[in-house]
């Protein structure tokens, strides 16, 4: 399953390698031109059957967050700092994967035993952990994963029942999406699938990716929030599992373009396809720098809701996934020059 | 020039939604321009050509108005929201907000707070559309209301919901009108989304290429009791920004306001405005840099529902943009 290889991938932002050599192999002969350019970013070009002269571009993100090691202690630890937004609580107790050899490498915790009263509910913050991976000096430390080493949280893919759950469905389900898209039969404009790097730390890749592409309007597929679990107040949960592909009307980074919005729901609407709208004001996507290029962008974000994004254990519903990639290919088929008018 | 305001003070136009308001500037200017163009993220940008000569000059003033949106409907058929722009929470405790169909709301505040000293936090405030559930509720999330109070002219001061900026639509479209012939290829620019993220002004420049950029847009005041001290007065003429909190206006373009003020003996002023920005902070960075700067109508109650102009102010912003129009 794509999902599975490409959640599977290390690419952390800045070194999206790993996850590009997975993306390259599964696009390669279905698109007619693929190429990576300055910061990485690859873009395939699907080129359509002529029926509508546009350039539309589909965008989703190779990198994920992680650790970055900053410096070697005495004691053969590694220091170091977040890729992206990390929440430090959730770091005590992981496993990671360290540099390009994998090293397996660990963030440990005090045993219970030890602990003083209430220091069990401080919080560390990320300067202050150290990653274990069983050197016993500094120069050993630094050998194993010098300067400058990225690490990736370490979670093997799982399907348990209609759900899956796995790491870096934030973007990697967007990215398996854009894959299965390109997979398909040919629009009537010319697709460009772009799988963009550095999202994660300042939506970089997809700002110089548009800039080169110059489309008539954007798609950014992702992997959203979905904080559906209970609460006691009735408040939005963002998105939520199993209500289908979630559309954004507007973000921190963007508002989305209301043609493109009714474009999806009209699409969804006569096709049956469940849908929702993401909680405004939540997030933000490479829409954000899209839509800025040179003189202004339409765009749109759609996503699959996930739970527990930027945590090792992202989680997301098949049935989701599946009507997003259905929702994006109608949607597309349908697209027209009318559609920007 | 009232019935202008009026008209533009009262249409639809919270970020991101500007159709409503777009359709009426263009009834105005379509008439009058040599080209006409909606581009891709929806700013309306009109050409009036010179005689030659000239340079190219692009003026901006923003279509869009701060407002509310819906981002959750609750069981009992209450929405949760979100601001669209600069809102504060004070401006909507018993505010009637509208929607594109006419729908109204009035906003309230969980009496239930841990504080009820504290100003509330959005999160704590809902809106209420008369529905009963969340089945019977006619709005939905993603859904945008705008604040909702009529324009009131009283002796010289005009007051009125979206001011800011559709006071600088109308200095915009009054000098279209009153143009009789200039040497400078002119660009008008109805941006949108201002008020969020500047997208409509950087956009539409990189697509003018302009010499030179005049954002015209509404700037604070500091003649209210207690206010922060701020030199803008209401009736001392349009201002011309120095500097604010996005950018600093290139000196040239400040000085030829200056000049072209005293020349025609039109009373202005000058500003320095210590928070907020304008499109003309966009407009300076785009390509290689625009020579940029703002000519202000002075506001008092900025991003309230009663924003409060001095309609001498907007009439000598009409003349002062004139005068850069009419010379070399």
Known sequence: MILKELAEAIGVSGDEGGARAVVLGAVREHVDEVKVDALGNVLALKRGTGEQPLRVMVAAHMDEIGLMVTGHDGDGFLRVAAVGGIDARLLPGSFLQVGPERIPGVIGLKPVHLLREKEDQEVSKIEDLVVDVGASSKDEAKKLAPLGTYAAFTTPFRELGPTVSGKAFDDRAGCAVLVELVRGERFGFDLHAVFTVQEEVGLRGAQVAAYAIEPHCAFVLEGTIADDTPKDKDVSPTTELGKGPAITVMDRSFIADRRLVRLLTDTAQALGIPYQFKQPGIGGTDAGTIHLTREGVPSATVAVPCRYIHSPVTMLSLDDFNNTVRLMRESLSRLTRETLS | ?328
Do not use: W
């Open chain 2, 1 to 328: 020039m009232k019935e202008l305001v009026r008209k533009l003070v009262e249409t639809y136009g919270p970020s991101g939604v500007e159709e409503q308001i777009r359709a009426v500037i263009r009834a105005e200017v379509e008439p009058l321009a040599d080209e006409l163009r909606v581009d891709p993220l929806g700013s309306l940008v009109v050409h009036k050509r010179g005689s030659g000569g000239g340079k190219r000059i692009a003026l901006d003033a923003h279509m869009d108005e701060i407002g509310v949106m819906v981002t959750y409907v609750d069981e009992k058929g209450f929405a949760r929201f979100m601001r669209i722009g600069g809102v504060g929470p004070l401006t909507c405790i018993g505010a009637r907000v509208a929607f594109a169909d006419g729908t109204m709301g009035v906003i309230g505040v969980e009496r239930k707070r841990d504080d009820p000293n504290k100003v509330p936090t959005f999160e704590q405030l809902y809106m209420d559309v008369g529905a009963t559930s969340r089945d019977d509720c006619p709005v939905h999330v993603g859904d945008a209301a705008v604040f909702v109070r009529p324009f009131q002219a009283q002796g010289t001061r005009l007051i009125a919901k979206a001011m800011d900026d559709r006071i600088s639509c109308a200095v915009l479209i009054e000098t279209l009108r009153r143009l009789e012939q200039t040497p400078h290829d002119v660009y008008l620019i109805f941006s949108v989304q201002e008020e969020t993220t500047l997208s409509g002004a950087r956009t539409s420049t990189y697509g003018i290429e302009p010499d030179l950029a005049i954002a015209v847009d509404v700037t604070g005041t500091g003649d209210t009791p207690e206010c922060r001290p701020m030199a803008v007065e209401l009736g001392k003429g349009p201002a011309v920004k120095v500097q604010d909190r996005g950018m600093i206006a290139h000196p040239a373009v400040r000085d030829l306001l200056v000049q072209r003020a005293k020349a025609a003996n039109i009373p202005y002023q000058m500003e320095v405005l210590e928070f907020g920005t304008t499109d003309a902070a966009a407009m300076q960075l785009v390509r290689a840099g625009v020579p940029a700067g703002c000519l202000s109508i002075p506001c008092r109650y900025i991003h309230t529902p009663s924003e409060m102009v001095d309609e001498r102010d907007v009439e000598n912003g009409v003349r002062l943009l004139l005068e850069v129009l009419q010379a070399a």
